[in-house]
Antibody, heavy 116, light 110 residues
Framework: EVQLVESGGGLVQSGGSLRLSCAAS????????MSWVRQAPGKGLEWVAN????????YYVDSVKGRITISRDNAKNSLYLQMNSLRAEDTAVYYC?????????WGQGTLVTVSS | QSVLTQPPSVSAAPGQKVTISCSGS????????VSWYQQFPGTAPKLLIY???KRPSGIPDRFSGSKSGTSATLGITGLQTGDEADYYC???????????FGGGTKLTVL
């Protein structure tokens, strides 16, 4: 059974940093692109970033470029999101997703709250 | 404002059929696969339709997807109260070089 479990969310002050983790099981992480998708309270879904199987390619939504870095450790079956210079508008539930032609599996999400 | 346009809400009676539209452009829906996701309050989105019209294992055939030009449609037949949820369309946008979603549609089963 495919499972994605996020951790690392919490309350942080504006300008602060957080590192999110996603533990994958039930499949080989090394064979899939992976993405982070977020959802602000009461709002819709927003794709944040993705990373190729071997980590050689990474893409970001414009609003997070230069502040957020996606990475992975296939040996540990883990995906990460390093978030720096956090802003109030980064407040959201962050989901780890497995990506092919679609986002077929999602984690339960981890809440990041940025206080100003 | 979302790149893909969905109606904010739709409603229908139990047992009836409803459709949810998703409008995009040639750089998104017009050239890339569309997916649909179902989300209940407080839970993660769940894949409902992928590659325009395919259903993952376990998704009932009451749910269907179609696409024409730069628009896609999710259809739900035999509506049940348990179908009340938010529904999102999503695809890749080559001009933005980003994955994009619609703003979501809240389905109410009256």
């Amino acid at each position: 059974e495919v499972q994605l479990v996020e951790s690392g969310g919490g309350l942080v002050q504006s300008g602060g940093s957080l590192r999110l983790s996603c533990a994958a099981s039930g499949f080989s992480l090394s064979t899939y692109w992976m993405s982070w998708v977020r959802q602000a309270p009461g709002k819709g879904l927003e794709w944040v970033a993705n990373i190729k199987q071997d980590g050689s390619e990474k893409y970001y939504v414009d609003s997070v470029k230069g502040r957020i870095t996606i990475s992975r450790d296939n040996a540990k079956n883990s995906l990460y999101l390093q978030m720096n210079s956090l802003r109030a508008e980064d407040t959201a539930v962050y989901y780890c997703t497995r990506q092919g032609t679609t986002f077929d599996y999602w984690g339960q999400g981890t809440l990041v709250t940025v206080s100003s | 404002q979302s790149v893909l346009t969905q109606p904010p809400s739709v409603s229908a009676a139990p047992g009836q059929k409803v459709t949810i539209s998703c409008s995009g452009s040639s750089s998104s829906i017009g050239n890339y696969y569309v997916s649909w996701y179902q989300q209940f309050p407080g839970t993660a989105p769940k894949l409902l339709i992928y590659e325009d019209d395919k259903r993952p294992s376990g998704i009932p055939d009451r749910f269907s997807g179609s696409k024409s030009g730069t628009s896609a449609t999710l259809g739900i037949t035999g509506l049940q109260t348990g179908d009340e949820a938010d529904y999102y369309c999503g695809t890749w946008d080559s001009s933005l070089t980003a994955w994009v979603f619609g703003g979501g549609t809240k389905l109410t089963v009256l």
